[in-house]
DNA sequence: GTCGCTGCAAAGTCTTTGCAGAGAG
DNA sequence: CTCTCTGCAAAGACTTTGCAGCGAC
């Protein structure tokens, strides 16, 4: 997939992962460890497949591209949606929701983002903001909050529905 | 799990409502007779309850609200969902999510308002930031997206706690 | 009176759960 | 070995749809 660039100061398309693959497996097996549960081949390919999309995926498609992956695998959708569970409790994954169609997820440690989301075709486009991600900050020292994390969604439609 | 609707303690800035009820009221009856449709006591009583809320209501809560402040109307479910779909599609409501699991209907001629969640103590404050917002649309429009609404989180610890 | 609307219940979707065997630690 | 995990299928939760009578216009 091709880096779009800069579109005045908002950038889009990051394709840099800020995290490696291999902090994001061990983060994993501690998560797992220090919780008692275990690391099983499902759970890998799980986070592996989150990882290796660029998409926000819902639990149906994680699903299929797994089958597509691993075929011999035969990776049942409820433990997909287990672990997809277990991911986000564990603010590993984050879940968004809109419109008609499901919940999307995708790695939440993978970079710091908004979300653009095409209420018609559910596509959402990421963002990043500089003076946003600033006046967000200055917000919270305003009014005495230790901000943490934020999350923020502007819903409409995109471009291209707006075209039909 | 952000049951925001539920707690008690939201803080808000502005109680104002920006748009008159009769004013909405028109607007929804010239959507009915544009479209051949009519114009219902049970469709009335869904815009009103949505207006008269000030949270985002899932289409069960706003159920309730109905059957509790009309009990003799008998309003089914089905109605509710149906009236729903209608005004979004209409973008007289927009519908959200705050993560949590279901949709939840807000009435999208009111102000924006984005939040920030005390993770300790729960309590949520709605602000509006002009920067922010102006901003938002700047971006919208430098992507081609058509912007409807949007929400925002911001989680952190609040002053009190912070105290503790 | 016509034709859309409504409540009900049944049918769809999407997600979770119970279970018995498989597998990690 | 023990105890968790997994796939499967069944159950649950949430929405939509079909239908026959009701009601706005």
Do not use: W
Request: proline share 1%; glycine share 6%; charged share 25%.
């Amino acid at each position: 997939m091709e880096n779009i660039g800069k579109m005045g100061n908002i950038t889009t398309n990051f394709n840099d992962k800020t995290i490696k693959y291999k902090q994001l497996l061990e983060d994993f097996k501690s998560l797992l460890k220090i919780n008692n549960l275990k690391f099983t081949i499902q759970r890998e390919v799980i986070l592996e497949t989150l990882y290796n999309s660029d998409e926000h995926l819902t639990p149906e498609s994680l699903h299929n591209l797994i089958q597509e992956k691993f075929p011999d695998l035969k990776t049942g959708i409820a433990t997909v949606y287990r672990t997809l569970s277990l991911l986000e409790e564990s603010d590993m994954v984050t879940s968004l929701s809109f419109g008609a169609q499901g919940k999307k997820y995708e790695l939440g440690a993978k970079h710091h983002h908004d979300h653009f989301i095409c209420k018609v075709c559910g596509t959402i486009t990421e963002f990043v903001d500089a003076q946003i991600e600033e006046r967000q900050h200055k917000i919270a020292e305003e009014l005495g909050f230790d901000m943490q994390d934020h999350s923020m969604q502007i819903y409409g439609i995109c471009k291209n529905c707006q075209n039909k």
